[in-house]
């Protein structure tokens, strides 16, 4: 296999192999949780850590696993993982541990990690697997963010920027204007439209979804009509 | 001291029952198993199969789960210690053992079945769905009869949704709406019916 | 609230083990007490199958081919959907040597479609099978395509499209030859053809002459100019339809050029 890049597989697992919009995957987390951008970045980083953790220990231990029950096995490591993060959110960040419910067990059983692990940590060394462990979650993290943003913004007319901050010795997500630095940023930035409340509800999440894929679909299909163009196929 | 809850349900069961079926619907409200709902609605025999086997899964894991949970976990249980972290693992080991158990039973017994729903039964080992229901189920502190109600009405729910979706969809790739022949046309698909039982149970109230 | 670890480890390494053994055990049993004899040579076939389950080879699904394949029953190049690069994977699995297939595509026997008048406004189920039932086609011609793309529904890797003359469209590109169309077309206007060479009369009318010409631009007209002049002999008329035998015909193109009605082509 070729060598590849470190930045490299970063960016192919943000955009040529976009979790939600292109591999079309984990769907069930980025529509539920993406009511709001906070909701949002939350479960983008329980998710990111689990993705991470089991790149890394199944790429470590490729050699040792036996082909034949592979997935058995990959579930176990994945829900180590996902049984700590749920402990740490529900220690440390008691109201997120809430807004996100079941769906951080539920990460166990999301097609993305385990189908990382089978097609690419299974088959590469730890530090391409770092990478794309990286790059899927941040393409995740784009999506469910995006998703987060929009409906949240349609919905109910403004947007509400937080960061993951320990405050006075308290970890938690707090908007972005009372951190040091950002106090520039409004506490809401709001957007001079009707909200319509559809949009934070089950629908709403559907139709954002569905009409990014199509912006995303109409896209690659315009790159890829220009490329067959330039190998000479009549369209 | 935490309480294990009692075999024959106490609760209300009706409440239980429309609320998995419809006003807390799995696909479209709580968004869970939305990976074969987007693969399987194009055609309505696939969804059929995959409703029945869900359906089939849920009920059996929902029985198999509970007893576990309550009576080896739980703080209450009879070992007396808090495993209650090792829930998700547990019931993820149950619930692919059994899984694959029923899937060798079927392929040796009944090889037409195998045919017409065995290649749905290892999707359904990764289903949300169906460690959602029984994670559900430990969440809101279920007796063991009406754990077993939620997880069927769920998956009735489930079924109805995916039958409403594939006839829809199906009608439409037929008269040749381009629109609805992928994954977008799932989801604009799901828009509408989601849209349906929104509205209908926020006008009629329970 | 401190939690004594060590307290809870060993419950825990108990439990989950238990659990673990039991399933382990359990399955096991099962797997042996409800064992069903496959051939691994199946599996590994199936591996390297493209898994479209298209159905092109005659089997329900690539499967069922496997199966087949490893039987002995038929050979593994009957599946058009592999590229040649699965074929030689397979070979080296079987121990055979096989080569790809030339490619094959769908060629539409009919150059109607908006050339072609229609006899009444359809409207109805948008599918050429339901606008036969419905006397003969919506065409003047009730030979030719109708248009309404149950080939484009047939086929499972997007390579066939109405284009705007009302025909069927075939992208190359996609087209993996699998004839799915074909089987599809209830007009049996399309036929699977190599991409290069062959000579096809284009046109599937048995009507006769006059009433082609009145409907068609392009129709065949059962004139037999073709059929005098081809050196081959390869030319029949049947039922006012020139028919070209693929066996005799050496693609010399004769019939192309003195063909009145531009009704032959060479693909």
């Known amino acids: 296999m070729a060598k590849k890049s470190f930045v490299g597989e970063i960016i192919r697992g943000i955009i040529k192999d976009n979790p939600v919009f292109v591999l079309v995957l984990g769907l069930c987390p980025v529509l539920a949780v993406s009511t709001s951008f906070a909701n949002a970045l939350g479960m983008a980083l329980a998710f990111t850590f689990v993705m991470l953790g089991s790149n890394i220990f199944v790429s470590l231990l490729r050699k040792q696993i036996p082909p034949g029950v592979r997935i058995p096995i990959f579930i176990l490591i994945i829900c180590t993982f996902v049984t700590m993060v749920d402990m740490i959110l529900e220690a440390f960040l008691p109201p997120m541990y809430e807004a996100l419910g079941i769906f951080v067990p539920l990460i166990v059983v999301n097609c993305i990690v385990i189908g990382r692990a089978e097609a690419y940590a299974n088959r590469n060394p730890v530090l391409p697997s770092i990478a794309d462990g990286i790059g899927i979650s941040i393409g995740f993290a784009v999506a469910l963010m995006l998703i987060g943003s929009i409906r949240e913004i349609l919905g109910t007319g403004g947007l509400k920027l937080v960061m993951l901050w320990s405050e006075a010795g308290k970890l938690g997500f707090y908007p972005l204007s009372s951190i040091p630095g950002f106090s520039f940023v409004p506490e809401v930035i709001s957007f001079p439209i009707e909200p319509a409340i559809v949009m934070v509800t089950p629908p709403g999440a559907f139709l954002t979804i569905a009409a990014l894929m199509l912006l995303f679909k109409i896209m690659s299909d315009r790159k890829r009509m220009k490329q067959l163009k330039k190998e000479g196929y009549e369209i | ?206 | 609230m401190t939690v004594d670890l060590m307290s809870l480890l060993p419950p825990a390494i108990a439990v989950l083990g238990a659990l673990g053994l039991a399933m382990a055990g359990m399955l096991v049993w099962a797997s042996k007490a409800f064992y069903v004899e496959t051939d691994p040579l199946v599996d590994a076939l199936m591996e390297l199958m493209p898994g479209a389950n298209c159905g092109a080879c005659g089997y329900p699904g690539c499967a069922d081919f496997a199966e087949h394949v490893v039987a002995g029953d038929i050979t593994p190049d009957l599946c058009t959907s592999c590229d040649a690069e699965t074929f030689e994977m397979i070979g080296e699995l079987l121990g055979m040597d096989i080569s790809a297939a030339e490619p094959m595509y769908p060629v539409t026997i009919c150059q109607g479609g908006k050339n072609c008048k229609d006899r009444y406004d359809y409207i109805g189920a948008d599918t050429c099978k339901a606008a036969i039932l419905l006397s003969g086609t919506k065409k003047a011609c009730s030979y030719g395509c109708i248009g309404l793309g149950d080939c484009v529904r047939a086929c499972m890797f997007d390579a066939i499209e109405i284009a705007d003359n009302g025909l069927p469209k075939i992208k190359k590109y996609n087209c993996k030859g699998c004839g799915a169309c074909v089987t599809a077309c209830p007009q049996d206007v399309l036929t699977i053809a190599k991409e290069h060479g062959p000579v096809y009369v284009v046109c599937a009318s048995h009507d006769k002459g006059k009433y082609v010409k009145e409907v068609c631009e392009f129709g065949c007209i059962g004139c037999g100019i073709c059929k005098k002049k081809c050196p081959e002999g390869a030319i029949k008329l049947d039922k006012a339809l020139a028919v070209i035998d693929q066996e005799k015909c050496n693609q010399c193109g004769t019939c192309i050029e003195v063909c009145p009605r531009n009704a032959i082509v060479k693909l």
């Open chain 2, 1 to 206: 001291m935490i309480e294990t809850p009692g075999l024959m349900p106490t609760e209300d069961l009706f409440p239980i029952f429309v609320n998995a079926m419809f006003t807390k619907n799995f696909l479209l409200i709580m968004f869970l198993g939305l990976c074969s709902y987007v693969g399987l609605t194009t055609n309505s025999e696939t969804s059929k199969g995959m409703s029945m086997a869900v359906t089939f899964v849920m009920t059996m894991s929902a029985i198999l789960t509970w007893p576990i949970y309550h009576y080896l976990l739980s703080p209450a249980s009879i070992i007396g210690k808090d495993l209650t972290f090792l829930r998700t693992i547990c019931f993820i080991l149950i619930i692919a053992s059994f899984v694959q158990l029923v899937e060798f039973i079927i392929r040796r017994f009944s090889p037409p079945l195998y045919k017409s729903l065995g290649i749905y039964l290892p999707l359904i080992a990764t289903n949300c769905a169906v460690l959602g229901v029984v994670l559900m189920n430990i969440q809101e502190g279920f007796t063991y009869g009406a754990s077993i109600i939620y997880a069927f009405a769920a998956g009735l729910g489930y079924s109805w949704v995916m039958l409403a979706t594939a006839a829809v969809r199906e009608k439409l790739i037929m008269r040749g709406v381009d629109l609805f022949s992928g994954f977008i046309g799932a989801f604009f698909a799901a828009t509408m019916v989601a849209l349906i039982v929104v509205s209908y149970f926020s006008v009629v109230k329970l």
